[in-house]
């Protein structure tokens, strides 16, 4: 059963919302658009915030819908919601109906942790918040809730097999990121709501 929450989470993360929404409103393909990432920030870039926030809604409900859908059809086991998130995450970053080219999952992985381990999460989530506040660096936020977040786990004496996971999740968010950490490094990130 793991394993079949883990594909059914890996398709719902496959479902790319942001290139269905600015195909659908814009008749073109956000990959070829902005930063080329199929994701909220590069949607808020390509058509403004009402599309950004629809597509963040939309994704972070797919990191919830995956996770929740393993606790529906393998209630009390530890692994499946774990598998069934990270698949999602995974989908979303690889998309299987949109030739592997999606987004750097951060809203799916939002919305898993929201279900896998809200406390740290929301700590990290509000701290992530607030530099992107201060700095308008989208990936800046990313990176620290993600990477943070397994330690915020560790910290409130979550269980081992958490603070994996979150760790796992933080690793591919880094990977996902590269070229941003690349560009924050050197100061030539994008600040969001700035044209590039």
């Known amino acids: 059963m793991i394993l079949v929450c883990a594909i ?3 398709i719902i993360g496959s479902v790319s919302t942001s290139t269905l929404v600015v195909r659908w ?5 956000i990959r070829q658009h902005g930063s080329g990432n199929a994701g909220a920030t590069n949607t808020l870039r390509v058509l403004g915030l009402r599309y950004a926030l629809l597509v963040l809604a939309v994704d972070i409900l797919k990191g919830m819908a995956a996770v929740g859908l393993a606790h529906a059809l393998a209630p009390g086991s530890v692994l ?3 598998a069934a998130g990270l698949a999602a995450i995974v989908g979303h ?3 299987v109906f949109f030739g592997f080219r999606g987004g750097k999952g951060i809203a799916t992985t939002i919305g898993v942790m929201a279900l896998v381990m809200f406390k740290p999460a929301a700590l990290t989530g509000a701290l992530a918040i607030l530099l992107v506040i201060f700095t308008r660096y989208v990936s800046l936020g990313a990176l620290t809730f993600t990477v943070l977040t397994p330690v915020a786990a560790a910290v409130f004496g979550d269980p081992w097999r958490k603070v994996a996971f979150a760790a796992i999740v933080g690793g591919l968010a880094v990977y996902r990121h590269r070229q941003n950490i690349r560009r924050l490094w050197t100061g030539q990130e994008h600040k969001v709501f700035t044209k590039m």
């Open 80 to 82: 499946a919601p774990y």
């Open 93 to 95: 970053n690889w998309p």
């Open 8 to 10: 059914l989470g890996y």
């Open 25 to 29: 409103a814009a008749n073109t393909d």
